[in-house]
Every structure is written in structure tokens, then in C-alpha cells.
């Protein structure tokens, strides 16, 4: 079976999270205690996908589950990736 991917929603959460990354950075992202440094706090990938969700219009549909689950793998990876570049230019 195919994968469902919704690309208007993933579209809405790459926009929102560029404007959270632009007024807050990305140590809005991580984990601020814990034993790991650099640990992306799942509550904060989840606000930007329900807020995509929230901005949609009203006329659609609400996403499937399927593209739900990948748009917030997709904004984990980016997460990842900003994480794993911040590094590299630190030097860590």
C-alpha cells in the first residue's frame, strides 16, 4: 500500500517551523534538562504539527493519520539536521 502524504500540510509545518526557528532558534527545540545535550523535546515537533493542522482551511479535510505521523517525522528531520549543522560550526 502506498504511503499518504499530504503535501499542503507538510508545506503549513516547514512555514510555521521556519518562523519559530527565525524568532526563537533552535534552543527552543531542545531538551533544557536530561542527561543528553542536544535531545529535540517531542512536545515542540508536535505544536508545530498541530498547528499546521489548525491553520488549515475549513474546507478540507482533516489529514489523514498516515500524514500526520509523516509530517512530523519530516519536521524531526529537519530538527535533526539544523541540530547536527549548529554542531558542526561550534565545533562540537
Request: a positive charge; glycine letters at 4%; aromatic letters at 4%.
Amino acid at each position: 500500500m502506498a504511503d499518504i502524504i499530504d503535501l499542503s500540510l507538510l508545506a503549513d509545518a516547514r512555514r510555521y517551523l521556519s518562523k519559530l526557528l527565525d524568532a526563537r532558534g533552535i534552543s527552543y527545540f531542545l531538551q533544557k534538562d536530561g542527561q543528553r545535550l542536544f535531545h529535540i523535546e517531542p512536545a515542540k515537533v508536535e505544536l508545530v504539527v498541530r498547528t499546521a493542522i489548525r491553520s488549515r482551511a475549513d474546507s478540507l479535510p482533516s489529514p489523514h493519520p498516515k500524514a500526520v505521523e509523516h509530517c512530523r517525522k519530516e519536521v524531526r528531520r529537519e530538527l535533526i539536521r539544523l541540530v547536527a549543522s549548529a554542531m558542526l560550526q561550534t565545533g562540537l
